[in-house]
């Protein structure tokens, strides 16, 4: 298994950063919270169907998702948008993250 934290390249082709490996839906909320305060990131909205959960969050005037789903059950933080993207590089950065070079 991979190290967490780590970059993972997204079909998009930005960076998301995944936080935690190996995570049932039940313990999303906690670790999701967790995740939020040591980022400090803001809460915006929350969203969860069956297979997949998805709280929007801010850091200054980036946009994430913060996700989890059943297929790669990992706690994510998602840019949603290019320049959100730069911020999770950055994230990655102030986390201990060495791995930065493009893939």
């Known amino acids: 298994m991979s190290q967490v934290p780590r970059l993972d390249k997204m079909a998009s082709g930005h960076h998301a950063l995944i936080l935690e490996s190996n995570v049932s839906a039940s313990d999303f909320h906690d670790l999701a919270q967790k995740w939020i305060k040591t980022l400090k990131l803001k809460l915006r909205d929350k969203a969860s169907g069956g297979d997949e959960i998805a709280w929007t969050c801010y850091k200054n005037k980036s946009k994430f ?35 930065l070079k493009d893939e």
């Open 65 to 99: 998702w913060l996700s989890w789903d059943i297929w790669f059950t990992n706690i994510s933080l998602e840019p949603q948008n290019t320049n959100s993207a730069k911020t999770v590089r950055e994230i990655g950065v102030s986390l201990g993250i060495t791995n």
